[in-house]
């Protein structure tokens, strides 16, 4: 069974641009959430979605948006990106949700932002 | 304001020997905690959960333990080998909201 994948798994931005990245989840998953790495801060929850809805949302500014598609594949998207955007965004799947199914995760997405 | 708290970011332990990671958590309407081990450029993957009706969960070499009234969990990984060196993240959940700590990187020395 093929895991979380996610593409691109690097990228380079200009500040002011903006940026999608895009997540497949394992097949039959219908959670995806995504999650924000950055030294000293751990994991940060963004958001998390279920059957196309946006079940729970973190405590990011409204430039960080996503969405779910029917097949559960999902994008995030950055707008006016700041050098401090710079991170490792991580994507994670799993079958109903955390309380039912461990995370799976993708290895990720390196953003710099420069 | 940092919910959950690994307050040793690195720790190192000899192979053979009993690895504990602290974790520590303020909000008192968490009522899942998870582990998860990192290696570098992968991402996370799940080690171990316990409810926070339970006390204790054991799945071969990994025990967590939680005390709710100190808002403590641990993971004890007994024995340690060198396959374990890596960041442990613990975490939270409230709803479906998964907090994770900032991490502890763990080294077995051979």
């Known amino acids: 069974k093929a895991g979380v994948t996610q593409t691109p798994r690097y990228l380079i931005k200009t500040r002011g641009q903006q940026v999608t990245l895009s997540c497949s989840p394992i097949?039959?998953?219908?959670?995806v959430s995504w999650y924000q790495q950055t030294p000293g801060q751990g994991l940060q929850f963004l958001f998390e979605y279920f059957s196309e809805t946006q079940r729970n949302k973190g405590n990011f500014p409204g430039r960080f948006s996503g969405r779910q598609f029917s097949n559960s594949r999902s994008e995030m998207n950055v707008s006016t990106l700041e050098l401090g955007d710079s991170a490792l965004y991580l994507c994670?799947?799993?079958?109903?949700?955390?309380?039912?199914?461990?995370?799976?995760f993708g290895n990720g997405t390196r953003l710099t932002v420069t | 304001d940092q919910q959950v708290k690994q307050n040793s970011p690195s720790l190192s332990v000899q192979e053979g020997r009993i690895s504990i990671l602290n974790c520590d958590y303020t909000n008192s309407m968490f009522d899942y905690f998870l582990w998860y081990k990192k290696y570098p450029a992968e991402g996370p993957t799940f080690l171990i959960s316990?409810?926070?009706?339970?006390d204790k969960n054991e799945d071969g070499r990994f025990t967590v333990f939680l005390n709710k009234s100190a808002k403590h969990l641990s993971l004890h990984i007994v024995p340690s080998q060198p396959g374990d060196s890596a960041v442990y993240f613990c975490a939270a959940l409230d709803g479906e909201k998964l907090t994770f700590g900032t991490g502890t990187r763990l080294t077995i020395i051979p």
């Open positions: 097949s039959g998953h219908r959670s």
């Open positions: 316990i409810s926070s009706i339970k």
């Open positions: 994670a799947s799993s079958l109903e949700g955390v309380y039912n199914s461990p995370l799976h």
